[in-house]
């Protein structure tokens, strides 16, 4: 189907994108972006009417086959919902693990529930639906994974303990995992976005625990739109991690530099002791 539309692979039939979190937020406007360099889409997330919507409006705007598959990535049972689907797809040539949420609250005050969910959605989630979908894309010599972490992948932060460990992972395992596809034309990419305007701010829990998202100055925010754009024109360059907004890059850049520094000065001071 529409293969004379260019898609940013430049492959001649597109096939299938699963995106995860595809109910709000970037994983919504991944599936656009990609519906409308025709891919058909797998959209994952809990909420079934958010996503059912979003297939009737890309098969309206783009037409293709838009599929709705309903599961909860805190879950094995959810995460294994996925994993099926992505095994019986075998023209599945993007995957973007893009689920995630946020928690408010030093480590030792946040619900080790909410911890251990988060571990499941970015980490264990990541690592079960691309080993699912690897096998496949090598074959076929054909296939792009994007995991979306964080400029929290930069950071240690207090206050996102979690967040920025789990977001560290999914930085680290791209690249590491970039290295082993070299040859056969399996991308990875690691999104690293700052502040980006979506829903991520707006739950329930989040305004329960008093944050307020009209703190962060404008310059700092991005778009869905800006930063999906970003993520998948950076396959013309050959970049793993990839973080949206000179602005962003500039803040990472920052945060390793000091990392260095803190390390170097407690060095000095631990050989001054000996
Ligand atoms: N917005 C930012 O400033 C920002 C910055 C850096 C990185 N990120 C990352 O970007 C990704 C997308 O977030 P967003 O900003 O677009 O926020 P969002 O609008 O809140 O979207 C989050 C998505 O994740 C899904 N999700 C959450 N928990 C899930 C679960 N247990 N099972 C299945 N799906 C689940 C949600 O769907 P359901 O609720 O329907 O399940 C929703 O579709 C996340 O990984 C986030 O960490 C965001």
Redo the contacts with the bound molecule.
């Keep these: 189907m529409m293969s004379d539309i260019k898609n940013f692979m430049g492959w001649d039939t597109p096939g299938v994108a699963l995106i995860?979190?595809?109910?709000?937020?970037?994983?919504?406007?991944f599936a656009h972006q990609l519906a409308a360099q025709g891919f058909n889409t797998i959209l994952?997330?809990?909420?079934q009417e958010?996503?059912d919507d979003l297939a009737s409006s890309l098969v309206n705007d783009f037409s293709g086959n838009h599929e709705v598959l309903v599961?909860?990535?805190?879950?094995y049972a959810?995460i294994d919902t996925v994993k099926q689907r992505i095994v019986a797809t075998s023209n599945l040539n993007v995957l973007v693990n893009?689920?995630?949420?946020?928690t408010v609250g030093k480590f030792k005050d946040v619900p080790l529930q909410l911890q251990l969910?988060m571990i499941?959605?970015?980490i264990l989630?990541t690592v079960q639906l691309t080993k699912a979908a690897l096998p496949s894309m090598v074959d076929r010599k054909r296939g792009v994974i994007i995991n979306?972490?964080?400029?929290?992948a930069f950071m240690f932060q207090e206050g996102s303990v979690m967040?920025c460990a789990t977001?560290t992972f999914l930085r680290s395992f791209s690249e590491a995992l970039a290295m082993e596809l070299r040859g056969t034309k399996v991308h990875v990419q690691a999104l690293?976005?700052?502040?980006?305007?979506?829903?991520?701010?707006?739950?329930e829990y989040y305004k329960s625990m008093g944050f307020d998202a009209s703190t962060i100055v404008d310059e700092k925010w991005m778009t869905?739109m800006e930063v999906v754009k970003t993520s998948l024109d950076a396959f013309q360059s050959k970049a793993v991690t990839v973080v949206p907004g000179t602005q962003n890059e500039e803040t990472a850049k920052n945060s390793i530099k000091k990392q260095i520094n803190d390390w170097e000065r407690a060095s000095k001071k631990k050989r001054s002791l000996e």
């Design positions: 995860t979190g595809a109910s709000s937020g970037m994983g919504a406007e994952v997330a809990r909420r958010r996503l599961a909860d990535l805190s879950t959810g893009n689920a995630g949420f946020t969910d499941n959605v970015h989630a979306v972490a964080s400029l929290a967040y977001k690293c976005p700052g502040y980006t305007r979506t829903e991520l701010f707006e739950t869905s």
